[in-house]
Nanobody, 124 residues
Framework: QVQLVESGGGLVQAGGSLRLSCAPSSRTFNDYAMGWFRQAPGKEREFVAYINHWGGSTAYADSVKGRFTISRGNAKNTVYLQMTSLEPDDTAVYYC?????????????????WGQGTQVTVSS
């Protein structure tokens, strides 16, 4: 089990940028692929982005492709979500999650460990 702590959320105007960080507690960070999910008010949690164990493979939801970038600094034991051109529809609580699966996965059930979430609010 790995504990995850997100940071970097906040309030930003439409068109602005934010960078979210997720710091796992595990010393075997490289054993995990990582994902970002989000949950808007009144909606189900949805997949946002995925990165594999070494950072060589990424995937994005269509709604964020071209605007968001997921990356990881294994030396720093951190995964990032760089968000640009933010829109009001991006307003949500953002969660990072860890999975030991070796193939790309967008399914919540595949992720065993979750952070507490960080709020992102985009004003119009």
């Amino acid at each position: 089990q790995v504990q995850l702590v997100e940071s970097g959320g906040g309030l930003v105007q439409a068109g602005g940028s934010l960078r979210l960080s997720c710091a796992p507690s595990s010393r075997t960070f490289n054993d995990y692929a990582m994902g970002w999910f989000r949950q808007a008010p009144g909606k189900e949690r949805e997949f946002v982005a995925y990165i594999n164990h070494w950072g060589g493979s990424t995937a994005y939801a269509d709604s964020v492709k071209g605007r968001f970038t997921i990356s990881r600094g294994n030396a720093k034991n951190t995964v990032y979500l760089q968000m640009t051109s933010l829109e009001p529809d991006d307003t949500a609580v953002y969660y990072c999650a860890a999975t030991r699966r070796s193939t790309e996965t967008r399914t919540e059930a595949a992720y065993a460990d979750w952070g507490q979430g960080t709020q992102v609010t985009v004003s119009s």
